[in-house]
């Protein structure tokens, strides 16, 4: 009688998730998609935007651009930069503008941030959204005793003190605005721990928990907080994997049209449906012993070195 309870109860908490998460993903894949939200309107003109000179960044920054917003785009190579924002420039609506900052984020040294600030100073009342997009993974998933001193530092840096830099700075702009967006790129691998992506994943972990603690605590103040946790992506970033080409990834285009229409409608979600999913079995119906597994098995079968 007590296991039947017990297997009841757990049936009806398995039920209860199943429901929840079905609608969440009705929600945020297919009824954002369908009502636009007009986020100049909800957050403001400019978004701050790193990691927009290549791969996922660069296509939310042109969907950024041609719904409106003017962007002030972080990165580290100027050659890049100035394409990225020839790309941008052909779709700003009238009256909109890209502004550029070379800033390699790969430092510690606050003066590189402070000259961020003082950039920023002069458009704190029209900054709306602080998109915290640059990320570093090394060309070559490995065991941890392998990873190079400098790739180790390198993660760290791009992944967390980025983020926590940029919004120490942007912050108090939008407190001062009373409206805003935090916006994190995070990863899937966040959920568990992850064999070969250790230094990587847990940076990522670091991005969802401190998401999710300051999205808490501005909660009442019209700041919010949302944070990406994709899964595998066709960028530069995932080439060390040979199943780029396979149904496991989808291209960044693809990727941004489904994950742009999110911002705004949740604190933390995969951003395509398929990744939604993936997130699913993992989280409801799989262990963190499966899910390592799994994935151990999947980085060694189709890493190329
Ligand atoms: N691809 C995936 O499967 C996947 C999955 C989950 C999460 N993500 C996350 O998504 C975000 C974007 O990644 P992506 O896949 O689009 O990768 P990507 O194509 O390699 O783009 C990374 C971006 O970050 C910038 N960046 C890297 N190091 C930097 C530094 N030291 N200073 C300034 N900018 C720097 C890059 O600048 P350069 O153009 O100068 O290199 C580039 O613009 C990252 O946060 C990543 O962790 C990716």
Not at 149 to 165: A, F, Q, R
Not at 229 to 244: D, L
Not at 272 to 283: D, M
Not at 287 to 298: G, Q, V
Request: hydrophobic share 45%.
């Amino acid at each position: 009688m007590i296991i039947f309870s017990i297997g009841v109860l757990w049936l009806l908490k398995t039920a209860v998730f199943v429901l929840w998460d079905c609608l969440h993903g009705i929600r945020v894949f297919i009824w954002a998609r369908l009502k636009k939200l007009d986020l100049v309107k909800k957050y403001g003109e400019y978004v701050i935007i790193t990691g927009a000179t290549d791969g996922i960044g660069l296509e939310f920054a042109k969907k950024f651009a041609e719904r409106g917003h003017s962007l002030f785009v972080i990165g580290r190579n100027p050659v890049k930069l100035e394409n990225t924002k020839r790309e941008i420039e052909k779709l700003l609506q009238p009256g909109k503008k890209v502004i550029t900052f070379i800033a390699d984020l790969n430092t510690t040294n606050l003066n590189v941030y402070k000259k961020i600030e003082s950039e920023l100073q002069p458009l704190k009342e029209r900054i709306g959204i602080l998109f915290n997009n640059a990320g570093f993974f090394v060309s070559d998933p490995d065991l941890f005793a392998n990873l190079k001193e400098e790739d180790i530092l390198n993660t760290v840096n791009v992944n967390v003190t980025s983020i926590l830099m940029l919004t120490k700075i942007v912050f108090p702009f939008l407190i001062e605005n009373k409206k805003g967006l935090i916006l994190n790129t995070g990863s899937i691998v966040s959920i568990y721990p992850t064999p070969f992506l250790n230094v990587y994943g847990a940076t990522k972990a670091f991005v969802k928990y401190f998401g999710e603690a300051i999205a808490y605590e501005y909660k009442d103040v019209n700041i919010e907080v949302q944070t990406l946790i994709p899964s595998m992506i066709e960028t530069k970033m995932t080439e060390w994997s040979s199943a780029q080409r396979s149904f496991l990834f989808v291209n960044a285009k693809q990727y941004v049209d489904a994950a742009f229409a999110t911002i705004g409608r949740t604190s933390l979600t995969t951003g395509f449906w398929t990744h939604g999913i993936e997130y699913f079995l993992s989280v409801r119906m799989f262990h963190a012993f499966c899910y390592k597994f799994i994935s151990y098995h999947i980085v060694k079968l189709t890493k190329r070195q």
